[in-house]
């Protein structure tokens, strides 16, 4: 989920009652824990895939958020609160919870469980920029406004987060009704792996995605759409020699981690073999070529010379 949106819902959650009980310097703070978990954007200074690494890290896990949010306690308690330590902890850790949690719905991935566990989480039912999801938290907060009086305010925002909490209750349904339809409109959708993510512009737009032996079917869907799907076939060459050969390199290997559907693609020439590398997940977007992309050069005498992500060169280990 975007930051913009995750503030969004960190002020919708100080209106409904934090801001009120702990008071405004405490409301702000809480606001402040919603988004922190961003913090680890500060990864992209080491270059691309630094943050391929460290994103949605440590900073989004539930052991990391409890120690960011004793922090934010032990803050409030020594310049603006009275209240309880154990109190403002789980007022802030709430607030970190909800960011985790709304990224947990991407379909990006999420260590949830790091440093225990290197495991990427993702419950597939939210895009990862929901215009419907963000434009609940505008309306809440245009409806909350001081001078709609503090009762009122407090309950509209209370209503406000019951509706974004059924939002996200119906697009878990609508992912397995999505899981479901592809399943039943693909020829061998009950033996092979079947999975769908949301797509724009609504919560009804999903793409489904059947792995097969050489690559993957891919269909975009409608779920009021009655039409039977249309698959498309996306070969992967990652069993050949040079990607096999690309597929022992550790940076390679930290792409494949990170990557959920990922799709080789293997091209010569007279300077050499590129090997390159991209995840189904972030295509079909706005954009001449889709985002994560690592190329690794070969050498016409087979050996990697360099890999090329993003904006950066480097050099094989």
């Known amino acids: 989920m975007d930051t913009i949106t995750h503030g969004l819902v960190g002020v919708v959650g100080s209106r409904m009652g934090v801001r009120e009980h702990f008071g405004t310097p405490v409301g702000r703070l809480f606001v402040l824990s919603t988004i922190l978990p961003d913090i680890d954007n500060v990864a992209?200074?080491?270059g691309p895939?630094?943050?391929l690494a460290h994103h949605r890290g440590i900073t989004?896990?539930?052991?990391?958020?409890?120690?960011?949010?004793?922090?934010l306690a032990a803050l409030a308690r020594w310049r603006w609160s009275?209240?309880?330590?154990?109190?403002?902890w789980v007022v802030f850790y709430l607030g970190l919870l909800s960011h985790?949690?709304?990224?947990?719905?991407?379909?990006f991935g999420t260590l949830i469980f790091t440093p225990f566990s290197s495991a990427r989480y993702s419950l597939d039912a939210l895009f990862i920029i929901d215009l419907s999801f963000t434009g609940i938290c505008v309306a809440t907060l245009l409806l909350t406004r001081r001078r709609h009086g503090p009762q009122r305010s407090l309950r509209r925002a209370r209503l406000g987060g019951l509706v974004l909490a059924g939002y996200v209750a119906v697009a878990l349904v609508n992912h397995q009704l999505a899981v479901l339809r592809v399943r039943d409109a693909h020829p061998l959708g009950k033996?092979?792996?079947?999975?769908?993510?949301?797509?724009y512009p609504t919560f009804l737009n999903w793409r489904g995605f059947v792995k097969t032996a050489d690559g993957y079917d891919v269909a975009s869907l409608f779920l009021l759409d009655p039409r039977p799907l249309s698959f498309e076939h996306v070969t992967s060459e990652q069993d050949t020699p040079h990607a096999r050969l690309a597929g022992n390199l550790s940076l390679v290997k930290l792409y494949y981690w990170f990557a959920r559907f990922p799709v080789v693609r293997?091209?010569?020439?007279?300077?050499g073999t590129e090997v390159k590398l991209y995840d189904l997940r972030f295509t079909g977007l706005l954009r001449r070529e889709p985002p994560f992309v690592m190329r690794v050069h070969i050498t016409p005498s087979g050996r990697a010379s360099a890999i090329l992500f993003?904006?950066?060169?480097?050099p094989v280990e």
């Open 49 to 51: 895939l630094s943050s």
């Open 191 to 199: 033996q092979l792996e079947v999975a769908a993510q949301p797509f």
């Open 310 to 314: 993003g904006d950066h060169i480097y």
């Open 100 to 107: 985790i949690l709304l990224d947990l719905l991407t379909s």
């Open 60 to 71: 989004h896990s539930i052991f990391g958020a409890a120690a960011i949010a004793l922090l």
């Open 266 to 271: 293997v091209s010569s020439g007279a300077e």
């Open 82 to 88: 009275t209240q309880a330590w154990w109190k403002l």
């Open 44 to 46: 992209r200074l080491a």
